[in-house]
């Protein structure tokens, strides 16, 4: 029964067989095993070769584990002569070449290192942590050029920070039409973006449709530079995060403006304040509405701010523009400066302000994916070296 689930496990092709599985000093399943052909197939050109140089000494790769006890393979492997490659040591159906793990170990290490920590890997199997990141910089440099590769129409481009510091920062494309990611780059500039585009070649650069960004001027110059004719379309969890920046500033200044009861109503209710209308739980409403009958700028700042939430309807750039201008006039003779210099913001954007009623796109995937990179990095206590962290990225988004 063991020879033949061995036998299914590790032989993908035929001409070779199990002879003997015996226990060593270590208490360690040892599966031997001997070609039962003559030919050989050479590991460079993968052409079958008659012509046998010589038998080098047995080798060891580690299997799963059976009833909790580690198994080994071990083997004697010819060297073939080949005509293309010269002397080549044989391939054998159950490893790959230069490898000391069978296929299926492999698999399940890269498998496992996709929930779970390097160092947790690590333990399980009984690994040195540097033989974990070897396999999976090998599966990513495999999956990298078919990855890659694809047609990319709309992406996204964000940053995200992987530890503590001012330069710990990645930038990572998304395409928002698969959901997955695209390139990581180092830093958060200009420069690593071209960098991106540098490897997409400017024949694809100039296929792309749109791209969706915050308001960062370095991504801006990157993008227009590499790619003019692709609209850039300003994130929408973005753009009403600077809108209720504004209202908040404004609530800052009312608490420290008037005293008494007046600050008193206004203390402990800035999320209440902030969060949109209907979201707002009905017993909390009579609280917010106590709150806004006290103070009149609040009450302006608070339904300019529910008004503006009209915009994202739209369904042309030219109608989403005409609204933008007419929410303006509401501000006249309400003396509210942070809103008016939230205004001006958009103003000096309005064309990615107004692709969203095009493209209806946003970062919201790609933000959900930067939790997903803080998780990978908290889960393994940080990353001394960046490049091992891009790495576990890579491996934990493509399936």
């Given at each position: 029964?063991?020879?033949?689930?061995?036998?299914?496990?590790?032989?993908?092709?035929?001409?070779?067989?199990?002879?003997?599985?015996?226990?060593?000093?270590?208490?360690?399943?040892?599966?031997?095993?001997?070609?039962?052909?003559?030919?050989?197939?050479?590991?460079?050109?993968?052409e079958t070769k008659t012509r046998i140089h010589d038998v080098k000494p047995a080798r060891e790769w580690r299997h799963l584990d059976a009833c909790n006890v580690q198994l080994v393979v071990r083997s004697s492997l010819r060297r073939v002569r080949c005509r293309h490659c010269g002397v080549r040591i044989e391939e054998v159906p159950?490893?790959?070449?230069?490898?000391?793990?069978?296929?299926?170990?492999?698999?399940?290490?890269?498998?496992?290192?996709?929930?779970?920590?390097?160092?947790?890997?690590?333990?399980?199997?009984?690994?040195?942590?540097?033989?974990?990141?070897?396999?999976?910089?090998?599966?990513?440099?495999?999956?990298?050029?078919?990855?890659?590769?694809?047609?990319?129409?709309?992406?996204?481009?964000?940053?995200?920070?992987?530890?503590?510091?001012?330069?710990?920062?990645?930038?990572?494309?998304?395409?928002?039409?698969?959901?997955?990611?695209?390139?990581?780059?180092?830093?958060?500039?200009?420069?690593?973006?071209?960098?991106?585009?540098?490897?997409?070649?400017?024949?694809?650069?100039?296929?792309?449709?749109?791209?969706?960004?915050?308001?960062?001027?370095?991504?801006?110059?990157?993008?227009?530079?590499?790619?003019?004719?692709?609209?850039?379309?300003?994130?929408?969890?973005?753009?009403?995060?600077?809108?209720?920046?504004?209202?908040?500033?404004?609530?800052?200044?009312?608490?420290?403006?008037?005293?008494?009861?007046?600050?008193?109503?206004?203390?402990?209710?800035?999320?209440?304040?902030?969060?949109?209308?209907?979201?707002?739980?009905?017993?909390?409403?009579?609280?917010?509405?106590?709150?806004?009958?006290?103070?009149?700028?609040?009450?302006?700042?608070?339904?300019?701010?529910?008004?503006?939430?009209?915009?994202?309807?739209?369904?042309?750039?030219?109608?989403?523009?005409?609204?933008?201008?007419?929410?303006?006039?509401?501000?006249?003779?309400?003396?509210?400066?942070?809103?008016?210099?939230?205004?001006?913001?958009?103003?000096?954007?309005?064309?990615?302000?107004?692709?969203?009623?095009?493209?209806?796109?946003?970062?919201?995937?790609?933000?959900?994916?930067?939790?997903?990179?803080?998780?990978?990095?908290?889960?393994?206590?940080?990353?001394?070296?960046?490049?091992?962290?891009?790495?576990?990225?890579?491996?934990?988004?493509?399936?």
């Open positions: 029964m063991l020879y033949s689930i061995l036998t299914e496990q590790l032989f993908a092709a035929k001409g070779w067989r199990v002879t003997t599985a015996t226990r060593d000093y270590s208490q360690r399943m040892v599966v031997h095993l001997e070609p039962t052909r003559t030919s050989a197939i050479c590991s460079g050109c993968g159950w490893a790959r070449t230069r490898s000391r793990f069978t296929h299926q170990f492999e698999a399940e290490v890269l498998r496992r290192a996709r929930d779970t920590s390097i160092a947790g890997v690590c333990r399980q199997f009984g690994l040195h942590w540097s033989s974990v990141m070897r396999l999976i910089e090998r599966w990513v440099e495999e999956a990298a050029e078919r990855q890659f590769q694809r047609p990319l129409r709309y992406i996204g481009v964000d940053e995200v920070s992987y530890g503590r510091g001012q330069n710990k920062y990645l930038t990572i494309v998304w395409d928002h039409q698969r959901s997955r990611i695209v390139w990581i780059g180092r830093g958060k500039d200009r420069d690593t973006l071209d960098a991106f585009f540098t490897k997409l070649g400017p024949q694809r650069a100039h296929k792309l449709v749109a791209v969706t960004m915050d308001m960062a001027q370095g991504y801006i110059n990157a993008v227009t530079a590499a790619a003019p004719q692709a609209d850039i379309v300003f994130d929408r969890f973005h753009i009403e995060r600077y809108l209720t920046r504004a209202v908040d500033e404004i609530r800052k200044q009312e608490f420290w403006r008037r005293g008494g009861r007046y600050r008193d109503a206004i203390r402990g209710k800035k999320w209440l304040l902030l969060k949109k209308h209907r979201h707002v739980h009905w017993r909390r409403r009579g609280d917010l509405a106590v709150l806004l009958m006290q103070n009149v700028r609040l009450f302006r700042a608070y339904v300019l701010k529910e008004h503006f939430d009209h915009a994202w309807t739209y369904t042309t750039e030219r109608g989403m523009k005409a609204f933008i201008v007419r929410w303006r006039k509401s501000l006249n003779w309400t003396r509210l400066r942070p809103l008016i210099t939230f205004w001006k913001m958009l103003m000096r954007h309005i064309k990615g302000v107004v692709a969203w009623a095009k493209h209806r796109l946003s970062n919201a995937a790609l933000e959900g994916n930067n939790m997903r990179v803080r998780s990978i990095s908290q889960r393994g206590k940080g990353y001394r070296n960046p490049n091992n962290l891009m790495l576990v990225l890579y491996h934990a988004s493509w399936r």
